[in-house]
């Protein structure tokens, strides 16, 4: 069975089903392959392997997904008694006290965690290259970033190691490394997955769990099994009108979708690879009947969004801080975290309770702003990334006060949709003559994975991109 690494996760669980293949088998395929492939990129970080080879064998759940492996991020998700870092070298060995709602609700499932992929310190940049683990390297090109912050994630499906990877998204940390790894990355709408018992909201309610999959079928049967509302979440998510997996290969009718493919203000990188990636889809989607026209939200680009935004990372960043080193004991030094890291950690020990209530007072009324261009629009489409891949240690080259910058100028795209909660999903539609991948991204209304399930699939199924496989993969 020596490709079904390579198939998707709703294949192998209905291997497993129709009994052609045991759950151990599959967790042995694939720490084979993890074995053999993991070396080279860096994508998994720490492994479980006994461990998954007891679950394999025992009687596992009977849930839709009962013997398929996984991998979770270093990153959310933790399982009691296991060790998970944030990427952070202090907390390398702290094993955590509880296990997530969504470790529960992934275990609930049928899937066998075999260990925890590579991710950057808190999460708070866009590529997988952190001071305390190796970097993550793409498997379309070793030498390329990953995106982050689910980067290892992105990289250990890309190159076959299993079919779906948890992942987790603040500012597109989702979406961001699919685009470059050349993956399905589906951000849920806000509330839709739980982060409890521990967190109540993160990043101002901007972050949301997920996962990273190969085809959307995976994306939605993942969300399927992972957004069981739990008593007294912060946000709770419209129910949507039936199961993510029967959206799948339903037709969308004829759906107005607006189109943007440079971002609206001069700082923000605009390659014309992604310009194409979206003319591509553009030219894709209109052929399947869709109204097509340039549009796009007026509050997109407004200029006061990134300050707002670096704010609640601040603020976060600082408090998180210090609730590790109640869990460790002792402080953690800044000559133990990156300067990025440091920097945040000091502008939110800084800041003020009334200029963080302003930022969030910002946010509440500019989501407004956005939210309304979608009362005569379904779909926004537009680039996932301001660029392709971009070579390993790009956004530090020139030093960490220009760091911040590069990392913002990456990013045109995505994070606006974790700060109004709208889901978003990159789609692979596009590779560079080079071979690199290149997403799209479309955003639906709030709460409306359904609409992007359906199109998603819609184009799957026009431009077929699951077969194709990164140079990484004997």
Request: with cysteine.
């Amino acid at each position: 069975m020596g490709e079904t690494t390579w198939l998707d996760a709703t294949a192998q669980a209905d291997l497993v089903r129709r009994g052609e293949v045991s759950p151990r088998e599959l967790a042995e395929e694939a720490i084979a392959r993890i074995e053999a492939v993991n070396p080279r990129l860096d994508a998994v970080i720490r492994t479980r392997f006994d461990a998954a080879r007891a679950a394999a064998g025992s009687d596992l759940p009977a849930g839709p997904f009962r013997g398929v492996p996984i991998l979770f991020k270093d990153l959310g998700c933790m399982v009691a008694g296991e060790p998970m870092a944030f990427g952070l070298g202090p907390l390398r060995d702290m094993a955590w006290p509880v296990t997530s709602y969504l470790a529960e609700q992934f275990r609930a499932a049928g899937f066998i965690s075999l260990g925890r992929t590579n991710a950057p310190e808190l999460g708070t940049t866009v590529t997988t290259e952190s001071r305390s683990f190796p970097p993550a390297r793409n498997p379309w090109d070793p030498g390329r970033s990953t995106g982050g912050s689910s980067g290892g994630s992105a990289a250990a499906v890309a190159a076959g190691m299993v079919a779906v990877a948890h992942a987790n998204d603040g500012g597109g940390s989702i979406r961001i490394p699919a685009s470059e790894c050349g993956l399905v990355g589906l951000k849920p709408t806000r509330g839709r997955v739980s982060q409890g018992p521990l967190i109540g909201e993160a990043w101002a309610g901007g972050v949301i769990d997920g996962a990273v999959t190969r085809t959307v079928r995976d994306a939605a049967g993942v969300l399927d099994v992972i957004s069981t509302p739990m008593p007294g979440e912060p946000y709770y998510a419209p129910p949507l009108p039936r199961p993510l997996v029967q959206e799948v290969g339903a037709d969308p009718g004829r759906l107005r979708i607006g189109v943007l493919d440079h971002p609206g203000a001069e700082h923000y990188l605009d390659d014309p690879q992604c310009r194409a990636a979206v003319a591509v889809a553009a030219r894709l989607l209109e052929s399947l009947g869709h109204h097509i026209e340039v549009s796009a939200p007026a509050a997109m680009f407004e200029q006061e969004l990134p300050g707002h935004f670096g704010t609640i990372i601040a603020a976060d960043a600082a408090a998180t801080f210090e609730a590790f080193e109640m869990l460790l004991g002792r402080p953690i030094g800044d000559d133990e975290i990156e300067p990025r890291n440091a920097r945040y950690r000091r502008a939110g020990r800084e800041l003020g309770a009334v200029a963080y209530l302003q930022a969030r007072a910002w946010f509440g009324m500019w989501a407004r702003r956005m939210a309304h261009w979608w009362n005569d629009h379904d779909l926004l489409l537009t680039p996932t990334l301001g660029a392709p891949p971009p070579e390993l240690g790009w956004f530090t080259a020139a030093g960490p006060q220009e760091e911040y910058a590069r990392v913002s100028s990456f990013i045109p795209y995505t994070a606006q949709f974790n700060m109004t909660g709208q889901p978003a999903v990159s789609l692979p539609l596009h590779w560079t003559p080079g071979g690199l991948p290149v997403g799209v991204q479309l955003a639906a209304a709030y709460g409306r994975e359904d609409v992007l399930v359906r199109v998603a699939s819609q184009l799957e199924q026009a431009a077929p991109w699951s077969e194709r496989r990164p140079p990484v993969h004997a």
